[in-house]
């Protein structure tokens, strides 16, 4: 087993001695709808070491993907935050009420999600976006929580996303989110599986260089939830840590652990500047 073992280790590491040296993303630019320009490249925060520039996992996927992002009506993603904003102003529950019933306009949650996850400052939890919709669902509407990654869930993510679309992601690190995001951190660098690879292996030493076909990002989750081609449909941060973790031969976490709590938060730190994309569209 051991000789399986390093031999896999070494394949992996064979495959990106070999890799063409694409160490540099391209040079277009992401304007939505003609009009809403994103910041795709900008310095690194000054929590990165080693790392002098940023940029968003838009900047390294192919042209035809790209098109797809630069007006809402070619983005696929649209239809299930079309059916979001229907769900947004839908009564459900046993309260008889909907979002809409606390939040007139969904326009009020503009800058939100830029800074998520964060401390809740009652419970001292870190929360993230989906905590928030499920804590109104089941104690204010009485209705029932939504499944992780489902499309109503992600959908409602990408919804309220939307709304700080084009703001510069800026997650708190410090303070009492100090903790969580170490905790994040010490994840990102820690190797996993039988495959011996952590996060830093492909989204930052490796960036830029293939990989089984596809151009490797830095791992930016200023786009997500995302449309994902390959699977044809928005996914969760939580869904892309685990198929990653689990690409490393390793057991992964759960979608909504404590564990992928505390690697949302520092992997959106090490996004801190670029725009909001919500909802990317990535292969």
Aim: glycine residues 8%; contains cysteine.
């Amino acid at each position: 087993m051991k000789t399986l073992k390093t031999l896999s280790v070494s394949l992996v590491a064979m495959s990106f001695a070999v890799a063409p040296a694409l160490a540099d993303p391209d040079d277009d630019q992401l304007v939505i709808n003609d009009e809403l320009e994103m910041v795709t490249e900008t310095d690194a925060p000054a929590h990165l070491e080693g790392v002098g520039t940023i940029y968003s996992g838009w900047r390294f996927r192919s042209d035809e993907t790209q098109s797809l992002q630069l007006d809402d009506f070619d983005n696929p993603g649209m239809l299930t935050v079309d059916a979001a904003a229907d769900a947004f102003a839908a009564v459900d529950g046993s309260a008889g009420e909907s979002c809409a019933s606390c939040h007139d306009d969904v326009e009020s949650f503009a800058g939100l999600s830029a800074t998520m996850p964060k401390v809740d400052e009652e419970t001292g939890k870190l929360v993230t976006m989906e905590d928030q919709i499920n804590s109104c669902r089941t104690e204010r509407m009485g209705a029932d929580a939504w499944k992780w990654s489902g499309n109503d869930m992600q959908g409602m993510v990408a919804l309220i996303g939307m709304q700080s679309r084009g703001m510069p992601v800026n997650v708190a690190i410090d303070g009492a989110a100090a903790p969580f995001w170490e905790q994040g951190k010490d994840m990102y660098y820690t190797r996993y599986g039988q495959l011996e690879l952590s996060c830093a292996n492909c989204h930052e030493d490796n960036y830029g260089m293939m990989i089984r076909a596809d151009h490797l990002s830095q791992g930016q989750t200023n786009g997500f939830p995302t449309y994902r081609l390959k699977q044809a449909k928005l996914i969760s941060r939580h869904n892309r840590f685990r198929g990653c973790i689990r690409d490393t031969r390793a057991e992964t976490f759960a979608e909504g652990s404590d564990e992928f709590r505390a690697l949302e938060l520092y992997v959106a730190s090490r996004g801190n500047g670029l725009s909001v994309e919500t909802p990317a569209v990535r292969q």
